[in-house]
């Protein structure tokens, strides 16, 4: 009796057991869902037209204010004659431009009824100062990536919304196309495919739903050729030129100024000789040469560096390079005296070589032979 009343006191633990791991599951998809109801209402679906041919006409924005503030990224959408916006809960409203910082592909907009006027209302949104005082997200991070990409809702549907965490906290690479902007500073590399056609202005938050970043454009990365999925950190900064003064600009000054914001051009390109590294690559024969090196010029930095003939490039300063185009415009960026580390192929192992550029050769050094 005494057995079979302990077999039955196992068993009924077993059960509990099972069914506490199947309630697990359960309870962080309630928990999710929490979250996703609470963060989707702070979004709106944006439309409007750009004039680009093969865009698209539809983007995201999120709500950073009670009274019908939108921070976005700085895209074609904005500039059309006639922008909409439908609110979660299926209203559709007029919108117009208020500010735009191109150095940090950002813009402002503002909900207004049909006559223009700023709608009376008082929307759940974002708090964008709290956010930007916080620290940055870590590599690793958990988030959850929200937006209107491929057109999915519309009215009161509610957002697209996948899961993904932080792979790297790094430098913009370069990029080419209509989408190329001016900003470079550090961005969330996502290993979540967020950055879709309409996807751009969306948010990324932490699980719990606290703001971490707005999502770019689609951006092709030319070093590599590949898509970049990222998204632009709330406490994003860039350095510009107001006037003959230097200043930092910021996507809370932004905000915090709406109508009364400056923006800042973008920076000017050099002109005349730039540094020189005295690297000597092979011809540009196709259109994605490597970047193999041919030969040095005598006392050069790279050849004080130790660059080899036969050597690949493969990494300046730590930005993957895929082709010879790819070298010289990263390298373009740099002024005399800029010390620049370099990775290159060497047989079968990779070498790290620092290279101090020197001022430019005016008339240019002449070739040497190449080494037999």
Request: charge should be positive; charged fraction near 25%.
């Amino acid at each position: 009796m005494s057995s079979v009343r302990t077999r039955i006191c196992l068993l009924a633990a077993a059960a509990a057991a099972a069914l506490a791991l199947a309630a697990a599951p359960a309870r962080a998809d309630e928990s999710l869902a929490d979250v996703v109801a609470k963060v989707n209402p702070k979004l709106v679906k944006l439309y409007g037209y750009g004039g680009y041919r093969g865009l698209a006409d539809y983007g995201t924005a999120a709500i950073i204010s009670r009274d019908g503030y939108l921070l976005t990224v700085n895209n074609h959408l904005i500039d059309g004659q006639e922008l909409k916006v439908h609110l979660a809960d299926g209203r559709k409203f007029n919108a117009k431009r208020v500010a735009a910082e191109p150095q940090l592909d950002v813009a402002l907009l503002q909900i207004v009824d049909d006559k223009g006027q700023p709608l009376k209302e008082d929307l759940p949104c974002f708090d964008v100062s709290a956010a930007a005082r916080r620290p940055r997200a870590e590599t690793g991070t958990p988030i959850l990536a929200f937006s209107n990409q491929f057109k999915i809702a519309s009215r009161d549907e509610p957002m697209s919304v996948q899961r993904g965490v932080i792979a790297a906290c790094a430098k913009l690479p370069l990029r080419r196309g209509v989408h190329e902007v001016p900003y470079k500073g550090e961005v969330y590399v996502i290993d979540a495919i967020t950055n879709n056609p309409g996807a751009a202005g969306g948010v990324i938050t932490t699980r719990k739903g606290e703001l971490l970043g707005l999502i770019g454009k689609e951006l092709q990365n030319n070093l590599t050729d590949t898509w970049i999925n990222y998204a632009i950190p709330v406490q994003a900064t860039a350095e510009g030129l107001r006037g003959d003064k230097k200043v930092t600009v910021s996507i809370l000054e932004v905000i915090e100024k709406k109508e009364k914001y400056e923006a800042t051009p973008p920076k000017p390109k050099r002109e005349g000789a730039l540094a020189f590294h005295g690297i000597i690559l092979v011809p540009n024969v196709v259109e994605r040469t490597p970047p193999y090196v041919e030969d040095t010029y005598p006392n050069s930095p790279a050849a004080k560096a130790g660059v080899k003939p036969d050597d690949l490039i493969v990494y300046v300063n730590g930005i993957q390079v895929g082709n010879i185009a790819a070298f010289r415009e990263i390298m373009d960026d740099f002024p005399p005296g800029t010390e620049v580390k370099i990775e290159v192929r060497r047989g079968d192992k990779l070498q790290t070589l620092t290279l101090k550029l020197a001022e430019p050769v005016v008339k240019g050094p002449v070739a040497p032979k190449k080494q037999p």
